[in-house]
T-cell receptor
């Protein structure tokens, strides 16, 4: 079964410092991978997906098939980046799309 | 503006009660999902559905059932609520195509006493 693992429950960095939120996946096929973010008192929302290869709010994530990783990175953390971040994977099954999430990493950006 | 709406923001129910959580989406999405969100455990998939009357078990279906009688509505049912089902419940929907964004509801905080 597909699975994503986020080893860190909490990551605390200073403003301006680089950020790396780790995500590893286990899936034998071609994975569909995403990062979702939940800001305080807001809905969970998509941050970025691996297929788009884009930068959103300064964040990027590269799929590394050799290491089965999809780490989220940002060179300079900002206070507004403080939020809960979830790595997710989608598998198309005979019964539709099964979208599963990791346990999440709380990012705290300190001044 | 896309919308996934959960019928209640907060619910308090007694142990043993039958509980219905309702979710409606207005985007004509085929896929709908129910998760529970617990600190340290992340989002865990309870059930998902890709079409009317179709449902698939997620990773933690025990103690839950679902109903999808119309495309836009996906209901989560707790047949006999227990205190360990106290949690935040999130509904989501997405199109049938892969690599697409899922849209989430605002969540229902259920407390079982």
């Amino acid at each position: 079964a597909q699975r994503v693992t986020q080893p860190e429950k909490l990551l605390s960095v200073f403003k301006g410092a680089p950020v790396e939120l780790k995500c590893n996946y286990s899936y034998s096929g071609s994975p569909e991978l995403f990062w979702y973010v939940q800001y305080s008192r807001q809905r969970l929302q998509l941050l970025l997906r691996h297929i788009s290869r884009e930068s959103i709010k300064g964040f990027t994530a590269d799929l590394n098939k050799g290491e089965t990783s999809f780490h989220l990175k940002k060179p300079f953390a900002q206070e507004e980046d403080s939020a809960m971040y979830y790595c997710a994977t989608n598998v198309i099954t005979g019964g539709g799309n099964k979208l599963t999430f990791g346990t999440g990493t709380q990012l705290k950006v300190e001044l | 503006d896309v919308k996934v709406t959960q019928s209640s923001r907060y619910l308090v129910k007694r142990t043993g009660e039958k509980v219905f959580l309702e979710c409606v989406q207005d985007m004509d999405h085929e896929n709908m999902f129910w998760y529970r969100q617990d600190p340290g455990l992340g989002l865990r998939l309870i059930y998902f559905s890709y079409d009317v009357k179709m449902k698939e078990k997620g990773d933690i279906p025990e103690g839950y059932s679902v109903s999808r009688e119309k495309k836009e509505r996906f209901s989560l049912i707790l047949e006999s609520a227990s205190t360990n089902q106290t949690s935040m419940y999130l509904c989501a929907s997405s199109p049938i195509q892969g690599n697409t964004e899922a849209f989430f509801g605002q969540g229902t905080r259920l407390t079982v006493v």
